[in-house]
């Protein structure tokens, strides 16, 4: 009604309240995506760092035990397969019978069932190392059950029972805390052992070692093919169709599903070439098809980064194509190959999905030596515990996780210091 | 000889043969004759000769020799299994290749004397393919080290072989999409031999069940994949729900209002985002986001399943906001200053600056960056496996359960497979599914980015 009376400045000034409020919202929505972005981080990180430190410990019960020579019907000088095959899990049932003497059958069960079933292999390990110890009585750090495990670590000290250990179990259980005698300690069986169906034997070795055995083959594929192709077409490759042709398809590759290079690992290696299924051998051709098309794409750029003068400098000095390339440009494009591989490495690292169709999601007991024995990786291992009902799975699946992250945040920071240290404006 | 063997056989062989050819084209050199190319590019001529044939040879051998083995043995066969089933055929192979493997069991069966003669033929070949790869490899030194003359043009025939070698290592990326097609394809057929694509494609029922006996009971399994595609598509709707707008607006802000500080800190620290395996974001959802979300629900007397579709999208969300945001950056800095220069000059705020002129401006780029994500959160695998469920249920509601195309790629592909069954073969055809679809927007979307990157340059 008054626009007509009114001056544009006055008409832009009445609006600019609108505006600038329009302005600081704009800029506020721009804030609090950025915030939530790292707040999602920040949720994830402090979300399995809690869950997972206390993977990292391990409740034991020390207790002194009589090595009962007798017993076991073993000497100090008996063959090593007589010591492997005594009744050591007998004994350590015979001890607590006597040291806590419960009433009946299903009591001494239940107080069999605190002690872990890897018990017994702790004591014949510590006799097989040194037979002089039958006869004599022993101090040893026994592990527990996992649920003992889980209550002394979490709930014990704020009052409250147990869904898993029954009244007579906690007061056993608190009569060995009142000695003493049930401590934690740092968890090596997490580090040591392969995997396990009971938690507190359950470790990631194996899956590590598979991870390694994996990567190596990934990494002796994927570094010299993908260096080659991408020499190959930055530098000798003509400008045509089929290059193009070429170009295109790797930039798709790159932004394949990775759950198809599984089916492809399947029906190809797997069901025409017959490469064992589990193994690392197969696991790194998968991941080098996968990781090949960064690789490349990361070469090509370090190779395009590299000046024309130096290229012409060598030419000039009679130097013939290839000796440019491989004297010159390549030592000097290096650094940034290098870099695209690291990163490329790290996603091989964390990739799960097409490792569970080539089968290394089998159930791995054994430490694997060889490329090709069968073994699981770190992820893969991280998605078969997940899925594990128990609590103590759950917390060691968080520190299984944790120690995936510590590999990748190596990788990366690797892979920017050799960026920085060794890239070069021209 | 065991392929491990050979393969070192081969090494040594690669470094024996250099020095020979250098030391040969040394020693002429010597004798005072004028040399056409330098002494190492002899040796790396004999080096390249003499290890390049048996190498081949040998990687012919690994992919023939099973098949050989396997057709050799279907003959020594007892007449009943070969003129029975395919499949009966190769369990018998299978049992053969077992028995084979563990002496003891060879008196035990009746494909006893198969398994022998599988023995014996493992040995033969073992013999064979030693003796071919190493007398390959003398030829190739004696060959070469006879043509090591003076006017033998040494460094044109290495740098020709080098160039084929790198040729056929940039072929690889070539022949490995070919592979995927071919692989998923052919399976992919059989599978449509049994079930009819339009059954496939618009079938609304999904329960790849099949009865493993014909006199057992049950269904016999159907296969109307119309469940899955509208899973995958919720879940993926959800995660660009989350996505988008936060990483365009993160995109906006960093590109267009922070500081150089703020901008150096927060991008990489959006970008480890991205670097997290998907699996840690699987056991995320699964164990955190999905008890949260039932939790909120519950308490506002929802009926919320224990694995939701919001859950899995939720997380899927936050893992594809970097991406969105990166690739989003890289089109909205390819804007040109002056466009905004002007924008500022016409007396328009920042917002409306970026909303009115560089969005608009980088719109197909920005098109492109979500068809990308898209894709990615189509083909994303472990965090629907882990976080969503497997009940293939029909439903728009974000709060059931539904399942998608890779859980059940995986579900059917994981454990025990049997290549005649429908079931297993319905992966494949799932594959083939997610394969041209992901293509299809990966194409479109890279050739947008790469084609309104440049347009402003």
Wanted: a negative charge; proline letters at 4%.
């Amino acid at each position: 009604m008054t626009d007509s009376t009114m001056t544009t400045r006055q008409k832009v000034e009445a609006s600019m309240r609108r505006r600038r409020a329009a302005e600081t919202r704009f800029r506020l929505y721009g804030m609090a995506s950025v915030l939530f972005g790292l707040l999602c981080l920040v949720v994830l990180f402090g979300d399995i760092f809690s869950k997972g430190t206390s993977a990292f410990s391990q409740t034991v019960l020390t207790t002194t035990i009589e090595i009962d020579g007798d017993y076991l019907d073993i000497t100090p000088d008996s063959s090593e397969s007589d010591i492997m095959s005594a009744n050591y899990d007998g004994l350590i049932k015979r001890h607590f019978k006597n040291d806590v003497q419960p009433k009946g059958r299903s009591e001494a069960r239940s107080l069999f069932s605190l002690i872990s079933s890897g018990a017994g292999w702790q004591i014949q390990s510590q006799v097989l190392e040194d037979p002089s110890i039958i006869g004599k009585t022993v101090t040893v750090d026994l592990l527990v059950d996992d649920d003992v495990d889980q209550w002394f670590k979490h709930e014990y000290g704020n009052d409250s029972g147990s869904v898993r250990l029954s009244e007579k179990q906690l007061e056993w259980i608190t009569g060995w805390i009142d000695s003493d005698a049930l401590k934690t300690q740092f968890n090596t069986t997490f580090f040591v052992n392969g995997d396990s169906r009971e938690p507190e034997l359950a470790g990631i070795r194996g899956a590590i070692t598979g991870t390694l055995l994996t990567l190596l083959v990934t990494f002796l594929l994927s570094f010299p093919i993908g260096v080659a192709a991408a020499i190959y077409l930055e530098e000798f490759a003509p400008k045509n169709r089929l290059t193009e042709i070429v170009e295109i398809n790797i930039n798709n590759l790159a932004a394949v599903p990775s759950i198809t290079f599984g089916l492809l690992g399947l029906a190809i290696f797997i069901n025409i070439f017959g490469v064992s299924r589990s193994t690392p051998l197969v696991g790194g051709l998968v991941l080098t098809l996968m990781t090949l098309p960064t690789i490349i794409i990361s070469g090509r750029a370090a190779i395009k980064a590299v000046p024309p003068s130096i290229r012409e400098a060598a030419l000039g000095l009679g130097a013939s194509k290839m000796q440019t390339v491989f004297h010159h440009v390549l030592p000097l494009a290096m650094p940034g190959m290098l870099t695209g591989t690291i990163i490329g490495m790290a996603q091989a690292l964390g990739e799960t999905a097409p490792l569970l169709m080539i089968g290394m999601i089998a159930f791995v007991v054994d430490v694997p030596g060889f490329i090709n024995d069968p073994s699981t990786v770190l992820p893969v291992q991280i998605f078969l515990w997940s899925d594990s009902p128990e609590r103590a799975f759950t917390e060691r699946t968080s520190g299984a996780i944790m120690v995936l992250l510590g590999f990748l945040i190596i990788m990366n920071t690797a892979a920017v210091m050799l960026r920085r240290r060794l890239e070069r404006r021209w | 000889m065991n392929y491990s063997t050979l393969l070192i056989a081969l090494l040594i062989a690669l470094g024996a043969a250099y020095f020979l050819g250098r030391n040969r084209a040394r020693s002429l050199a010597g004798q005072g004759e004028s040399m056409h190319s330098l002494p190492t590019h002899y040796g790396a001529l004999t080096a390249l000769w003499t290890t390049l044939p048996p190498l081949l040879i040998l990687i012919m051998w690994v992919m023939l020799e099973p098949r050989i083995v396997d057709a050799l043995l279907t003959m020594q066969l007892p007449e009943a299994i070969r003129t029975a089933s395919e499949a009966e055929v190769r369990l018998a192979l299978s049992k053969v290749h077992n028995i084979a493997s563990d002496p003891s069991m060879m008196g035990q069966s009746e494909l006893g004397s198969v398994a022998a003669h599988l023995v014996d033929l493992e040995q033969r070949a073992a013999i064979l393919k030693g003796g071919v790869i190493l007398s390959l490899i003398l030829l190739g030194v004696a060959v070469t080290w006879r043509r090591i003359q003076p006017d033998l043009r040494a460094r044109g025939e290495v740098e020709r072989i080098v160039r084929v070698m790198l040729f056929a290592s940039s072929a690889i990326a070539v022949l490995t999409t070919l592979g995927i097609l071919v692989s998923v394809l052919f399976e992919a057929v059989l599978f449509f031999q049994k079930v009819s694509p339009i059954e496939f494609l618009f079938g609304t029922t999904w329960s790849p069940q099949v009865a493993l006996r014909a006199d057992q009971s049950g269904s016999s399994g159907s296969f109307g994949a119309v469940p899955l595609f509208a899973g995958t598509l919720l879940i993926s709707a959800i995660a660009m729900f989350i996505a988008v707008p936060v990483g365009l607006m993160a995109a906006i802000y960093l590109s267009e209002y922070a500081t150089s500080r703020v901008r150096q800190l927060a991008k990489p620290a959006l970008e480890v985002l991205a670097g997290i395996p998907t699996v840690v974001y699987g056991f995320f959802a699964a164990l955190t986001v999905a008890p949260f979300i039932r939790g909120v629900g519950e308490s506002v007397g929802l009926d919320v399943s224990s694995e939701s579709a919001l859950a899995a999208g939720l997380v899927m969300g936050i893992m594809i906001i970097p991406f969105v945001s990166s690739l989003s950056d890289d089109v909205i800095n390819a804007v040109p200053q002056s466009l905004r220069d002007g924008s500022y000059g016409l007396g328009a705020t920042r917002s409306e600056t970026v909303r009115q002129v560089v969005i608009p401006a980088a719109l197909p780029g920005i098109v492109g960056a979500v068809m990308l994500a898209v894709s990615r959160a189509i083909g994303e695998t472990m965090i629907v496996a882990m976080a969503a469920g497997l009940a293939a249920n029909l439903t728009a509601n974000p709060l059931d359960s539904v399942t998608t195309v890779t859980v059940q790629i995986v579900t059917l592909l994981v454990g025990d497979q049997e290549f005649d069954s429908p079931k297993t073969l319905a992966a494949f055809a799932l594959g083939l599914v997610l394969f041209i679809v992901t293509l299809v927007l990966n194409f479109v979307a890279i050739k947008i980015v790469q084609k309104y990157r440049e347009q402003y340059d």
